[in-house]
Nanobody, 128 residues
Framework: QVQLVESGGGSVQAGGSLRLSCAAS????????MGWFRQAPGKEREFVAA????????YSADSVKGRFTISRDNAKNTVYLQMDSLKPEDTAVYYC?????????????????????WGQGTQVTVSS
């Protein structure tokens, strides 16, 4: 089973940037699509962005398109979320996750239920 650990969260002013990292352990990390999700207090966990196993295909939520970029480096067993032009509404706990049910998939899914392994989350706070 893959184990995921997020890092890179913190506090930033609106308009600033952060880069989140998700370090993975496990023998089969490179064959699965990876996603980033976020959850604010009192809200449902929502999709942010996902990347296919090879990194060739990505998809981002409308709320972050043009501002956030997901990427992966399979040689380092790491997935990244570069967040630019941050807004207060981006404040949430950010989680990385793996779609372990569909190895080698070229497409990505956007529902939390599609992802079966989750990290512990990292807090992102954006001030006005």
């Amino acid at each position: 089973q893959v184990q995921l650990v997020e890092s890179g969260g913190g506090s930033v002013q609106a308009g600033g940037s952060l880069r989140l990292s998700c370090a993975a352990s496990g023998r089969t990390f490179s064959v699965y699509a990876m996603g980033w999700f976020r959850q604010a207090p009192g809200k449902e966990r929502e999709f942010v962005a996902a990347v296919s196993w090879s990194g060739a295909n990505t998809y981002s939520a409308d709320s972050v398109k043009g501002r956030f970029t997901i990427s992966r480096d399979n040689a380092k067993n790491t997935v990244y979320l570069q967040m630019d032009s941050l807004k207060p509404e981006d404040t949430a706990v950010y989680y990385c996750a793996v779609d372990r049910t569909r190895p080698w998939a070229t497409s990505v899914l956007i529902t939390p239920a599609a992802y079966t392994v989750w990290g512990q989350g990292t807090q992102v706070t954006v001030s006005s």
